[in-house]
């Protein structure tokens, strides 16, 4: 069932991608930003019809985000991954409304969790969290439990010890990580 | 797919539900009985149990638990007396717990268990909010002591288990090749195998309750786990200045405990050591190991080391890491005692012995070879010169059964024939050879003259017998099985009575008789003969292996009861400490023959040292 | 008009001289919501005007706490991605890992993969079809099919250990095997489900009222399902043979025979149709299964798993549930730990994106309809 995919992207898109294939039916090509929606507007009209969904990566130490867009065709059975990478302090990358309208709630998701900017898409407003005033809580540098020890201790939450012979112990992130 | 004819009155034949037995139950007054019991699944997971004289406190189950609901507690029983286990227990939060069972698949003992117990929701029973309280804190979390074990639900034996049961592989010569040399014949792990075998281990820290020397085990494999032997040779250097010694020929008590023992084999820590110290090479070793030292400023101060065998050795380290000289005399030409001049060369390469003696000689440790106290300088010169004087002589002398005829010249005694092997020596070799003894060093040996008589006669023909029965031998499995696989014939049970000798005053073998049993009910050495139940081994050689003793011509009688000698050994306090002042103690004839525990009794000698300087 | 203390009226977004406009939360509170989810209507009337779906209420943050856990217990978080349908879930991750690790799993493994797998999805589909005729008022199939459901539950008890969430997958293969008998238990299992059949045909197919209500809602061409990132029975029901048990098989599929059969249309009826179909075939492929179910190990030995350690790479791994395509994609930095993982749910692009067409002029009785025909889930949105 291969449609040699491979070999004609190559050919099509020349030095702007680099592509191989990962696992059997699992391609994966990677490209620059600014080439990425040619190549999916390419993909779709090679019948790469389903985009299944988007994600993302933080790579924190190389101070990159990288999109990952699953394109799957429906005829060659093929999973393509299409990757690129992205400065991580100004995060942003063209929208895909054009070519899929469905990215629009992953590309908000994805604007929510990592803070990518997606300049073309219309509502990248709050999707799942209410009221979040820290980072953006999939990035790397977002601690999880740091965020939790300094949320729910009794004074955060306004909240006075019931009565006055429990000790309430507070621990604080450090103690928590030495403890693991 | 067609459907059926659209009939506004099909759905009205359910109705002819209402006239069947009902579905549903009324719990808890009924209960379900689809699996053949009334009740949930015999696998199901619900709530724990715990067999407490089982679980031996690892806190694997807690490292799994992936809602941290478990939590170890304390016992109370104080950790240190126990062997083999941690005098820990863990307690399950029900208001954490997802009932995944990690924890029993993870469980290295099988204590930890769950049951077809549950917690349905239910009205409280109780009226006042305390006493609903203190119900809920008890329905929710498992307290040690276990309930519902009666009641089992999911287990895990043996291979579901998420440890690896199994030791990796580790590639030894065949017995064929190796008895034809006296190379090395454990190859060592490879980068592969040592990572899979250091992925073994759960960390739970009760092998080195159980090490002589204390050594952080767990600490030094996640140093191999985690590819950073520099980390790891680090840790071992904290307790053991000889690991590259010890790696190969350690009792390894430490994995007649590991917690994978329970279930499968034991982790190779032994091996793992090893690896660690041969895969990052003697350079990065010696450079480690010395990086110790410049902690301290030197002191000043003077130790003289009798004897560079394990404890000697181990205590100058320390002591030079703490800034002290030391100088070390030893009678031999070269440093290792015992490891060097009587553990054989295929267990223990010299290259081993040199690289680990090599670090302490980059560290400034003064080694005065071929001095033999007594003859060369006196013991007394060396209490007037030093600031400290530690006694750390071993046993290099053989005993003997003193059986008829055993002064014959066609007998020998083990650690003798041993040291004369090592020291490249010609010993006579018979045909035929009868050994007497079961521990490690009959063992040596036995297959020392193996290798011997392979390289003289293209066969071996060996036997060995020992008083303590088939299972009770006080030498490693390892070495009775690889001698087995060598072509020595082993007979335990039997005490030597004498040896015979033919018209022409040769040996002709040894006449032994059975022996019943070897220690009394007070566990006090009293062997118990069957003198009616004899046999013979015939052989031209015979070769006692029975024990060891030591030398004690330097010192003085008086000095010997000021320190307490007894029979041979020593009484010292924990500190090391001789009754004579400024004169230690350490080693094999404290605590008789056995690297790792000399290396233990090398680093306490080297602090109680320093605690005397610090004092003044 | 009176209204007790705490009660609001709904919000007034904008007024005219013909009409005005209402805010509805139609959310977890309303009886035909799946879960904790919400889409808040514009209303004119009856009619809606706009919609914006209100997801966050569920958002247990696991893609984050995925990234702090070890490989293998990751696995007591995934089943809880999607409620109704867990399995898919831990085999598309264990998958994942498998894949980045290089190693195949044995054969049986698979084949019980496959059967459990097969068997959530009975469980899922009488949830889903119960959860149609719930939503249009016929409590009595959701009833009836909920009784079948524990059956296969009662199965799940047998073989795993739990009943809604089974735990049972792990890297290298599954966690216990299949114990004495279960499988005839399991066969006998298939006959009663088979049994079953006609009789909701009688109480849902063939019913007029369900025929008319479904009939034309939430219509979608085959051509735009495909490219609205629409899968499984909803695409199928417009006549497009995409499944990916046949497409990019995975588990035992390459050696299992599946002839599903397509409903047509497009609609919510199709869709319904087209559950019911994969059913029955779900029954068969367990029977096949079963038959052709090899010996050997169950699992493969990868050492000592809380000590799992995966090499670089990348992997995405899916699986055809009952709501459409399960996918992870596992990326690892070589650590004792995923580096992150990303869940592709088959709600998204349904709930969160055709919503806004499909719902605009639709009347707020077929809400709770329409996204039962598309079986939107939302634990798979909020992860
Ligand atoms: S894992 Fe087992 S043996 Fe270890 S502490 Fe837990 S219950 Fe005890
Ligand atoms: S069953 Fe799972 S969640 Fe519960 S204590 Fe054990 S490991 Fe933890
Ligand atoms: S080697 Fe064995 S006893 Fe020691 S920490 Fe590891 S598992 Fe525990």
Redesign the interface.
């Known amino acids: 069932m291969s449609d040699n995919i491979l070999a004609r992207a190559g050919k099509m898109h020349g030095d702007k991608i680099e592509c191989r294939e990962k696992y059997k039916a699992q391609l994966e090509i990677k490209t620059h930003r600014d080439y990425v929606l040619n190549l999916l507007t390419w993909l779709k009209s090679e019948r790469y019809v389903h985009l299944s969904f988007m994600s993302c990566i933080d790579w924190i130490e190389e101070n990159e985000f990288e999109l990952v867009w699953h394109v799957f065709s429906y005829e060659s059975k093929n999973h393509i991954l299409v990757k690129t990478r992205l400065n991580r302090e100004k995060p942003w990358m063209h929208t895909a409304i054009n070519i899929w309208p469905h990215v629009q709630p992953y590309e908000q998701e994805i604007h929510e969790m990592f803070g990518v900017y997606f300049p073309g898409n219309p509502d990248l407003s709050g999707l799942f969290l209410h009221n979040w005033l820290d980072l953006p809580p999939l990035r790397k540098d977002f601690i999880a439990k740091d965020y939790s020890l300094a949320l729910y201790t009794t004074d955060a939450l306004g909240l006075t010890p019931p009565f006055d012979d429990i000790d309430i112990v507070e621990i604080t992130a450090e103690e928590s990580r030495d403890g693991e | 797919?067609s459907?059926?004819?659209?009939?506004?009155f099909?759905?009205f034949?359910?109705l002819a539900?209402l006239f069947k037995k009902p579905?549903t139950i009324a719990y808890p007054k009924e209960d379900?009985d689809?699996?053949g019991v009334k009740g949930?699944?015999?696998?199901?997971?619900g709530m724990h149990a715990n067999d407490h004289d089982v679980c031996i406190g690892c806190g694997?189950c807690s490292?799994?638990c992936?809602?941290a609901a478990i939590n170890m507690i304390s016992t109370g029983v104080n950790d240190a007396e126990l062997t083999g286990a941690n005098a820990q227990r863990p307690t399950v939060d029900y208001g954490r717990c997802?009932?995944?069972?990690?924890c029993v698949?993870?469980c290295p003992s099988g204590s930890l268990t769950?049951t077809r117990e549950y917690i349905f929701t239910r009205a409280s029973e109780k009226e006042s909010p305390l006493e609903e309280l203190i119900w809920k804190c008890d329905e929710f979390t498992l307290e040690p002591g276990s309930r519902w074990s009666e009641n089992p639900?999911?287990q895990c034996h043996g291979e579901?288990t998420?440890?690896?049961l199994e030791r990796s592989h580790m590639e030894h010569m065949t017995p064929e090749k190796r008895v034809g040399s006296f190379i090395e014949f454990v190859l060592g792990f490879t980068k592969e195998e040592a990572l899979?075998e250091a992925?073994?281990?759960?960390e739970c820290g009760i092998c080195t309750k159980t090490c002589p020397a204390n050594m952080g085990i767990p600490e030094y494999i996640r140093g191999i786990?985690d590819n950073d032997l520099e980390e790891s040779v680090r840790v071992m250097y904290e307790t053991n200045p000889l690991p590259g010694i010890c790696g190969r020929i350690c009792t390894h008590k430490c994995e007649s405990v590991c917690a994978i023992s329970h279930k499968g084999e034991p982790v190779a820590i032994r091996w793992l050591k090893r690896y660690a110290i041969d895969a990052l090479g003697p350079d990065k070793v010696a450079e480690i190991a010395s990086s110790a030292k410049e902690m301290f400023s030197p002191s000043g101060k003077k130790v003289a080391i009798i004897g560079a065998g394990p404890a000697g050795l181990s205590a100058a380290y320390y002591l030079s890491t703490m800034g002290h000289g030391v100088t070390v005399f030893e009678r031999m030409p070269k440093a290792g005692g015992t490891m060097r001049y009587g553990i054989p060369a295929y267990r223990l390469p010299d290259e081993s012995i040199d690289n680990d003696v090599r670090a302490m000689a980059e560290m400034g440790v003064d080694f005065r070879m071929k001095t033999r106290v007594g003859t060369d300088v006196s013991f007394e010169s060396l209490r007037k010169d030093y600031d400290a004087v530690l006694v750390a002589v071993g046993f290099p002398m053989g005993r003997s059964t003193r059986i008829e005829n055993h002064d014959h010249p066609d007998t020998g005694l083990a650690i003798l024939l041993l040291n004369q092997i090592r020291l490249g020596e010609e010993i006579p070799v018979h045909e035929n050879i009868v050994i007497i003894g079961g521990g490690n060093v009959a063992m040596d040996i036995a297959r020392s003259m193996a290798r011997l008589q392979k390289v003289k006669y293209g066969k071996v023909s060996i036997i060995l017998t020992c008083l303590e029965g088939e299972g009770e031998m006080p030498a490693d499995n390892e070495e009775i099985e690889e001698s087995i696989e060598e072509g020595i014939i082993i007979n335990p049970g039997w005490a030597p009575k004498a040896i015979e000798l033919d018209d022409d005053g040769k040996i002709k073998g040894l006449k032994c008789a059975r022996c019943l049993r070897v220690f009394d009910e007070n566990r006090r050495f009293n062997p118990k003969i069957d003198e009616d139940d004899l046999t013979f081994y015939p052989g031209t050689q015979v070769v006692e292996a029975i024990g060891q003793a030591s030398d004690y011509t330097f010192l003085s009688e008086d000095d010997l009861a000021a320190m307490g000698h007894e029979r041979g050994r020593f009484k010292v306090s924990d500190g090391m400490d001789s009754g004579l002042k400024g004169v230690f103690i350490a080693g094999d004839i404290v605590h008789g023959p056995d690297v790792i525990h000399a290396v233990a009794d090398g680093h306490k000698a080297a602090r109680s040292i320093d605690t005397l300087f610090n004092q003044g | 008009m009176y209204l007790p203390d705490g009660y609001t009226t709904l919000d007034k977004i904008s007024e005219n001289d013909d009409y005005a406009v209402y805010d509805l939360f139609f959310g977890p509170n309303h009886p035909g919501m799946h879960g904790n989810f919400g889409y808040v209507l514009d209303m004119v009337g009856t009619e809606i005007l706009r919609v914006r779906p209100n997801a966050g209420q569920l958002h247990r943050g696991f893609e984050k706490a995925m990234e702090n856990?070890?490989w293998?217990?990751?696995?007591?978080?995934i089943p809880r991605v999607c409620v109704p349908d867990p399995d898919p879930n831990e085999v598309a991750y264990c998958q994942a890992v498998e894949a980045i690790l290089g190693v195949e799993i044995p054969r049986r493994a698979r084949y019980i993969r496959s059967i459990v797998l097969e068997m959530s999805r009975l469980g899922s589909f009488l949830m889903g079809m119960g959860g149609v005729g719930g939503a249009l008022g016929?409590y009595?199939t959701m009833y009836?099919m909920m009784?079948d459901r524990d059956?296969i539950l009662?199965l799940f008890?047998?073989?795993?250990?739990?009943r809604v969430?089974h735990?049972y997958n792990i890297p290298g293969g599954v966690?216990?095997d299949i114990?004495d008998g279960w499988t005839d238990k399991l066969l006998e299992l298939c006959d009663r489900l088979e049994s079953k059949l006609p009789?909701w045909?009688?109480?849902l197919?063939?019913?007029?009222v369900v025929?008319d209500r479904l009939g034309g809602l939430g219509y979608i061409s085959a051509e735009e399902a495909m490219s609205s990132g629409i899968t499984g029975p909803s695409l199928r029901a417009c006549g497009v043979k995409a499944d990916v048990r046949i497409d990019t098989p995975y588990a035992a599929y390459d050696e299992i025979e599946i002839n599903s059969?397509l409903?047509e249309g497009g609609d919510a009826l199709a869709r319904a149709?087209q559950v019911?179909?994969d059913f029955e075939e779900a029954v068969n492929i367990i029977r096949r299964l079963v038959k052709q179910l090899p010996d050997g190990d169950y699992k493969l030995?990868l050492?000592?798993?809380?000590?799992?350690?995966v090499p670089k790479g990348d992997a995405y791994s899916k699986v055809e549930a009952s709501k459409g395509e399960f996918g992870y994609y596992v990326v690892s930095d070589g650590g004792l730990k995923p580096y992150r993982v990303s869940v592709r749910g088959p709600s998204m692009p349904a709930g969160m994106y055709l919503c806004h067409k499909h719902l605009r002029g639709m009347k707020i009785d077929d809400v709770a309809v329409w996204m039962a025909s598309f079986a939107i889930c939302p634990p798979d949105i909020d992860r």
């Open positions: 797919m459907l059926g004819e659209r009939s506004f099909v759905p034949s359910t539900n579905e379900l689809v699996h949930p699944s015999l696998k199901y997971r694997n490292t799994v992936p809602t997802c009932f995944c069972a990690f698949d993870a769950m639900g999911w579901e998420w440890l690896d899979r992925a073994r281990c759960i786990y | 856990k070890l293998a217990q990751n696995l007591s978080l016929h009595s009836l009784i059956l009662d008890e047998a073989l795993t250990g739990g969430y735990i966690r216990r114990p009789e045909d009688r109480l197919y063939e019913n007029p025929q059969k409903s149709v019911r179909l030995d050492g000592n798993i809380s000590k799992l350690r």
